[in-house]
């Protein structure tokens, strides 16, 4: 018996020290880095974990020869990128599948260089103690950098995931700046989603931009900017600014969810838009003032909260092959001493007011469009406004199909105004009509209302 227990003390105590040797060993292996990895040529290796020449993406920056490659494997890095050399960061996440997130509370990437690709990565700036009593009082943050500061070169940032409680989740600045942006995320940030200022230019294709707190792309100070296949969307302020003689090209972008203008142009600046979606938005498509101007061509504007189009206070837009419908106000509003040109568009089906108003000064030439199925009529001119309608069809309007008064003054050529509610041209309160070689056949009122001291010079028209 006494020997039988001594075996078992004997053995018990053998396993034991077996298993705290074993123990022992996975400790001193999980505190041990993983073999180093042989970089591809031109390239080092940056593992948080270990396996790569470095830890660090700032001790990688720091002994990088220009040209070099830095490999970022999966981890986050609580630092701050500054690259002053032409190199590449690229995450690097093999087949893991797990981000690369660089975060800090000031911004994430810096790039003073003329030469730079950054490549796959997150990038969150947290709100530190002054951003977080900005946002308690939701005061606009204008102080502190965005999360990636672009102010030099020609630098590439691509396949990015961005997300900044600062200024801004790109801030791209200065005249010598030419940036290109691509396939990046760009959301949830505590100001605006891309900033472009200061005279630089920058191409922006492919972009999902979203959540920002005020614009999702701004455009401002003779700055340029390309914006190419983008989805801007519930954003809290405008989808695209263009400010202070900027100037901006808006190419395939879808613009929806925006609690201000799709598009907003002011202070003489301009834009070009080539078949864009503009809609769902609770104010305006586009918002034209204080001197903007455009071009804007076989684009969309369409379920909007108030007037789709609206263009005052001396801008001068151009709309071309547009379709313009379903929203809760009037199609466009030209008005006080603003100035347009429509061409070859369909404006339809709108909620409220006429489909087309041009008031308070303003002037429009309107050619080869069609303007129907308006709830409250076709085209309304008043209050001073003057504007001509040439080789368009206006039709199924639910009031008149053209309205002039107020002092107004329209010049009518070469139209088809049928099949309205009421008259096909009322004319009241001391405007003027000059209208010639039009159909005014089938309006179930008749063709005419015209008041006593109205000026109409009709010839040669089919009543």
């Known amino acids: ?20 040797a074993g123990i022992a060993v996975v400790a001193i292996l999980m505190h041990t880095d993983p073999p180093q990895e042989v970089p591809p040529p031109g390239s080092v290796i ?4 270990g396996g790569g020449q470095y830890k660090t993406i700032s001790g990688a920056l720091k002994d990088a020869q220009p040209g070099v490659k830095i490999l970022v494997r999966p981890g986050t890095y609580e630092e701050q990128l500054l690259i002053d050399k032409p190199i590449e960061i690229i995450g690097d996440p093999g087949d893991t599948g797990k981000a690369i997130t660089i975060r800090n509370t000031s911004p994430c990437v810096v790039i003073q260089v003329d030469h730079a ?6 990038l ?28 030099q070169g ?23 700046t030419s940036a290109i942006i691509r396939r990046c995320k760009i959301h949830d940030g505590n100001s605006n989603g891309i900033w472009i200022t200061d005279g630089a230019t920058a191409l922006l294709e492919d972009c999902d931009i979203f959540g920002t707190t005020w614009a999702g792309i701004k455009i401002e100070d003779e700055a340029n900017s390309t914006v190419r296949r983008c989805k ?6 405008a989808g695209i600014l263009v400010t202070d003689n900027a100037k901006g090209t808006i190419e395939e972008c879808d613009i929806f969810g925006i609690s201000f203008s799709g598009v907003e142009v002011r202070d003489d600046s301009s834009v070009a838009v080539r078949q864009c979606k503009i809609y769902e938005c609770q104010q305006h498509a586009m918002y034209f003032h204080n001197h903007g101007s455009g071009n804007v061509e076989r684009s969309g504007m369409f379920n909007n909260a108030q007037t789709d189009v609206v263009i005052n206070t001396g801008a001068k837009p151009i709309f071309k092959e547009c379709r313009i419908h379903s929203g809760r106000g009037s199609g466009i ?12 568009c369909e404006i339809f089906g709108h909620q409220k007011y006429q489909e087309l108003c041009i008031r308070g000064a303003a ?57 309205n509610t009421w008259q096909a041209v009322a004319v009241h309160d001391v405007a003027s009509l000059a209208i010639e070689g039009c159909d005014l056949t089938a309006n179930i009122k008749g063709a005419w209302d015209v008041q006593a001291g109205c000026e109409v010079r009709a010839t040669r028209n089919k009543e």
């Open 363 to 419: 002037d429009a030439v309107v050619r080869r469009s069609r303007i129907y199925e308006g709830k409250a009529g076709g085209v309304l001119v008043l209050a001073d406004g003057t504007g001509t309608l040439e080789e368009c069809d206006i039709y199924q309007n639910s009031f008149t199909g053209v309205w002039v008064r107020q002092n107004a003054n329209l010049t009518i050529r070469k139209c088809n105004i049928n099949r």
């Open 1 to 20: 018996m006494t020997n039988s227990t001594g075996r078992v003390i004997f053995f018990t105590a053998v396993l034991s020290l077996v298993l705290l």
């Open 46 to 49: 940056v593992s948080k974990s």
């Open 333 to 344: 509003s030209i008005e006080e001493g603003g100035h347009a040109i429509i061409e070859d």
């Open 154 to 176: 020609q630098p590439v940032l691509e396949d990015c995931d961005i997300k900044s409680a600062a200024v801004a989740g790109v801030g791209i600045r200065g005249p010598e």
């Open 117 to 122: 690709v950054v490549k796959g990565l997150t």
């Open 232 to 237: 801007i969307h519930n954003i809290q302020n």
């Open 124 to 151: 969150e700036v947290r709100a530190g103690i002054r951003e977080t009593i900005l946002m308690i009082l939701r005061a606009r943050n204008t102080i502190e950098g965005p999360c990636v500061d672009i102010s």
